[in-house]
């Protein structure tokens, strides 16, 4: 069964950096596109940043030039850096496929319990 497995968030104050970690197991990862979600209180779950299986990266405007997703295939790991964080990136963050980000297409159905930022003086 696909899983993914969140962790690295915490309590960060504004300007501070975090680095985020998912370990994705029972597919094949180094096939998959992959992406960053967050769904903030109240919001709607977004994608933040996505990577292509060949390594390209598409972030949204909200995130540009602060964050950075990468990607080890070799253990099926899949990593978010955040700098310069803000009290709006407070969310909690989730990984999953992400097809969208060179076609059409939707992430998978298996949600992790995802890893809560919060950005806060």
């Known amino acids: 069964q696909v899983q993914f497995v969140e962790s690295g968030g915490g309590l960060v104050q504004p300007g501070g950096s975090l680095r985020l970690s998912c370990a994705a197991s029972?597919?094949?990862?180094?096939?998959?596109?992959m992406g960053w979600y967050r769904q903030a209180p109240g919001k709607q779950r977004e994608l933040v940043a996505g990577?292509?299986?060949?390594?390209?990266?598409k972030y949204a405007d909200s995130v540009k030039g602060r964050f950075t997703i990468s990607r080890d295939n070799a253990k099926n790991m899949m990593y978010l850096q955040m700098n310069n964080l803000n009290p709006e990136d407070t969310a909690v963050y989730y990984c999953?496929?992400?097809?969208?980000?060179?076609?059409?297409?939707?992430?998978?159905?298996?949600w992790g319990q995802g890893t809560q930022v919060t950005v806060s003086a």
């Open positions: 029972g597919m094949i990862f180094r096939f998959s596109h």
């Open positions: 999953n496929t992400a097809p969208q980000v060179v076609a059409s297409g939707a992430p998978t159905e298996y």
């Open positions: 990577i292509s299986r060949g390594g390209s990266t």
